[in-house]
């Protein structure tokens, strides 16, 4: 392989881990996106893990989950494998692209069924049932 090649495929793989999350330390300050409607402290009334999957690239475990109107859920990054996001459907709230051990907190202030996705992987999806 050419030196010119073989910088070309370093150079595509350098961009490809940056804008995918890749590489980058578990922070907010990532591809201009703002974490909104949540927080990085405080402890959830429930957990959903952020769970590796073969067969989606991951998932959120449990799913759906139920909190009461004044509760929190805590979302925990446990997948090693590649970043997520926790994004709401409705956009109250977004997490921004983290890696494995991150959380976010989102507390809960009206009834409703609140949907949410990974922005990274289409086939990660959850809901979040506030009763």
Same mark, same amino acid.
Request: net charge negative; glycine share 12%; hydrophobic share 35%.
């Given at each position: 392989m050419s030196v010119w090649k073989m910088a070309l495929?370093?150079?595509?793989?350098?961009?490809?881990?940056?804008?995918?999350?890749g590489?980058?330390?578990s922070t907010a300050s990532n591809n201009g996106c703002n974490q909104t409607g949540g927080s990085t402290s405080g402890t959830g009334t429930q957990v959903v893990k952020i769970n590796? $999957? &073969? =067969?989606?690239?991951?998932?959120? $475990? &449990? =799913?759906?989950?139920?909190?009461?109107v004044g509760d929190s859920v805590e979302w925990d990054w446990l997948d090693s494998s590649t970043p997520h996001?926790?994004?709401?459907?409705?956009?109250?709230f977004e997490s921004c692209t983290q890696n494995s051990?991150?959380?976010?907190?989102?507390?809960?202030?009206?009834?409703?069924?609140?949907?949410?996705?990974?922005t990274i992987h289409a086939q990660m999806l959850?809901?979040?049932k506030v009763g």
């Amino acid at each position: 392989m050419s030196v010119w090649k073989m910088a070309l495929v370093v150079a595509g793989s350098a961009l490809t881990l940056a804008a995918c999350g890749g590489g980058g330390s578990s922070t907010a300050s990532n591809n201009g996106c703002n974490q909104t409607g949540g927080s990085t402290s405080g402890t959830g009334t429930q957990v959903v893990k952020i769970n590796p $999957d &073969p =067969n989606t690239i991951g998932r959120f $475990d &449990p =799913n759906p989950v139920s909190v009461r109107v004044g509760d929190s859920v805590e979302w925990d990054w446990l997948d090693s494998s590649t970043p997520h996001t926790v994004t709401a459907d409705d956009g109250s709230f977004e997490s921004c692209t983290q890696n494995s051990g991150f959380k976010f907190v989102v507390t809960f202030s009206k009834a409703g069924d609140v949907k949410y996705h990974c922005t990274i992987h289409a086939q990660m999806l959850g809901d979040v049932k506030v009763g």
